[in-house]
């Protein structure tokens, strides 16, 4: 089973402010990487993927970069409603695995 | 627009089978497009893959599930479903369905489904 472990688990930001998650694959995944974002109380949703591909109504601030083992989520001008919980997903081997999640605070 | 809903029990005694059914709208579950997917999600924690199951009836299940898991799909009604046996309070979670094409790109809402007597 390919392991993600997402870093950091936690973390506190200040509107405007860069926001960078980092997920780190066990294995090489090449770029069979996905992001979601799930506020409280709903649904994850889907914003990156392949690793770097956009995915239509997701804002642009929302970019993602990596392949092989080593993948970054990078949110520009954090704004007040990204307040959430990111996860990363590899869809390179079966079970398909999640990373642990990151929270996102608004200070 | 795909749209997926999930249906079923809220309350599930230990040692019996939990039982869910999601509801495709938007487009066929016929459509070699999409894998249709069940996750989980415990209370406070994150998301595990249950399993998948393909218009034709193929089915990937996870390993730490397999045993105990049964995802199908009736095209007659353009719904897959979920039978898990023998729940323990371990099996408490979220229960979500999905669309499953590049990532998991369409999700229904949640169901939350507590294993008490």
């Known amino acids: 089973e390919i392991v993600l472990t997402q870093s950091p688990d936690f973390q506190s930001v200040t509107p405007k402010e860069k926001v960078t998650i980092t997920c780190r694959a066990s294995?090489?995944?090449?770029?069979?990487l996905h992001w979601y974002q799930q506020k409280p109380d709903q649904s994850p949703k889907l914003l990156i993927k392949?690793?770097?591909q956009s995915i239509s109504g997701v804002p642009s601030r929302f970019s993602g970069s990596g392949s092989g083992t080593d993948f970054t989520l990078t949110i520009n001008s954090l704004e007040t409603e990204d307040a959430a919980a990111y996860y990363c997903?590899?869809?390179?081997?079966?079970?398909?695995?999640f990373g642990q999640g990151t929270k996102v605070e608004i200070k | 627009q795909l749209q997926l809903q999930e249906s079923g029990p809220g309350l599930v005694k230990p040692s019996e089978t939990l039982s869910l059914t999601c509801t495709v709208s938007?487009?066929?579950?016929?459509?070699?497009?999409?894998?249709w997917v069940w996750i989980r999600q415990p209370p406070g924690k994150g998301l595990e893959w249950i399993g998948s199951?393909?218009?034709?009836?193929?089915?990937y299940y996870n390993p730490s599930l397999k045993s105990r898991v049964t995802v199908s799909v009736d095209t007659s009604k353009n719904q897959f479903s979920l039978k898990v046996n023998s729940v323990t309070a371990a099996d408490t979670a979220a229960y979500y369905c999905?669309?499953?094409?590049?990532?998991?790109?369409?999700w229904g809402q949640g169901t939350l489904v507590t294993v008490s007597s």
């Open positions: 392949y690793a770097s």
């Open positions: 999905a669309a499953n094409n590049a990532g998991f790109d369409y």
């Open positions: 294995q090489s995944i090449g770029s069979n």
């Open positions: 199951v393909y218009y034709s009836g193929s089915t």
């Open positions: 997903h590899q869809s390179k081997t079966l079970p398909w695995t």
């Open positions: 938007g487009d066929s579950i016929n459509s070699r497009s999409y894998y």
